[in-house]
């Protein structure tokens, strides 16, 4: 690939893409050193990827998505050691959000 922006430029999705297609080069130290569960942080990096990519198509995303795919960014990026504080928020206003969502439809069936 050959971007033709310099990578101060890049979206959010050329980012993605790199990182997905060179995971494996990037954290090979990490897997090697702490074996922190195999392919499975790559994997969870393509699920957010995947969601990242129908919201920039304007799929409709529900809060149970929006909260799977914050509670993997966090847990991706604790796994490498990145502080993500305001993501840490971020992901329990959702879930906060989430659980009133889920209180209110359990009342209505009722």
């Known amino acids: 690939m050959t971007p033709r922006r310099t990578p101060d430029q890049w ?4 980012l993605c893409g790199i990182m997905h297609d060179h995971w494996t080069e990037v954290f090979r130290r990490h897997y090697t ?4 569960g195999g392919d499975f942080p790559k994997a969870a990096f ?3 990827k ?3 990519n129908a ?6 995303l529900r809060l149970r998505d929006a909260y ?8 991706i ?3 490498v050691h990145v502080p993500c504080a305001e993501l840490h928020t971020l992901r329990l206003d959702v879930l906060k959000n ?5 209180v209110q439809t359990q009342m209505e069936i009722c």
């Open 77 to 79: 990026l604790d796994t």
């Open 11 to 14: 979206d959010i999705g050329m």
């Open 98 to 102: 989430l659980t009133q969502e889920v």
């Open 46 to 48: 393509t699920v957010v």
């Open 50 to 52: 995947s969601i990242r």
């Open 55 to 60: 919201w920039a198509h304007q799929a409709v």
């Open 68 to 75: 799977r795919v914050l509670d993997l960014m966090t847990w």
């Open 33 to 36: 050193e702490r074996k922190f």
